[in-house]
T-cell receptor, first 116, second 113 residues
Framework: NAGVTQTPKFQVLKTGQSMTLQCAQD?????MSWYRQDPGMGLRLIHY???????DQGEVPNGYNVSRSTTEDFPLRLLSAAPSQTSVYFC???????????????FGSGTRLTVV | LAKTTQPISMDSYEGQEVNITCSHN???????ITWYQQFPSQGPRFIIQ???TKVTNEVASLFIPADRKSSTLSLPRVSLSDTAVYYC??????????????FGKGTKLSVIP
């Protein structure tokens, strides 16, 4: 059981480039989310999805796009990278309702992105 | 979503019990209290969740008084490996809002040998 898998682990982009951060989960979770974490800060929600074909914006959505064509995958696209998007990105997933007493989100190990 | 307040940092010696208190004065009737742990360079990890009274699992205990305006995460006999940032989150578990986890800056726990 792999959990939440994020790729790549590290990435350096030049300003203006675009790229897609991949996120996949194998737990049949309905909810999936993308967060960014800047140094010394908590996590901020970028986009989330409550099921395949359904996405919505979080707290800081500008400059990012998402889609959810399958339950398993939730890629995050940076349209035109900017230095302000230098951050660590985390993908997370969860059941929509608690099962077996575990109500929490499972997070991936993160993608460290640097935009120069 | 209810706002939470927790200490920025705490220090503890190995083997001691650590209690981290979180204030959430505006907690709503359908809100749950959830704690996550984050090690450096890793994603947060779910520790424990509760609604009222006391919840205990193999990792920690969560104490919630009757008015639910605060909660205390208790880590028994901490070791160096418990050095991490601990986040307190408050929000509805199911239904609208449960997918919008709001993380503050958390409490940085440093365990000293």
């Amino acid at each position: 059981n792999a959990g939440v898998t994020q790729t790549p682990k590290f990435q350096v982009l030049k300003t203006g480039q675009s790229m897609t951060l991949q996120c996949a989960q194998d737990m049949n979770h309905e909810y999936m989310s993308w967060y960014r974490q800047d140094p010394g800060m908590g996590l901020r929600l970028i986009h989330y999805s409550v099921g395949a074909g359904i996405t919505d914006q979080g707290e800081v959505p500008n400059g990012y796009n998402v889609s959810r064509s399958t339950t398993e995958d939730f890629p995050l696209r940076l349209l035109s990278a900017a230095p302000s998007q230098t951050s660590v990105y985390f993908c997370a997933s969860s059941y929509s309702r608690g099962r077996g007493g575990n109500y929490g989100y499972t997070f991936g190990s993160g993608t460290r992105l640097t935009v120069v | 979503l209810a706002k939470t307040t927790q200490p920025i940092s705490m220090d503890s010696y190995e083997g001691q019990e650590v209690n981290i208190t979180c204030s959430h004065n505006n907690i709503a009737t359908n809100d749950y209290i959830t704690w996550y742990q984050q090690f450096p360079s890793q994603g947060p990890r779910f520790i424990i969740q509760g609604y009222k009274t006391k919840v205990t699992n193999e990792v920690a205990s969560l104490f919630i008084p009757a008015d639910r305006k605060s909660s205390t995460l208790s880590l028994p006999r901490v070791s160096l490996s418990d050095t991490a940032v601990y986040y307190c989150l408050v929000g509805p578990y199911s239904g609208a809002g449960s997918y919008q986890l709001t993380f503050g800056k958390g409490t940085k726990l440093s365990v000293i040998p």
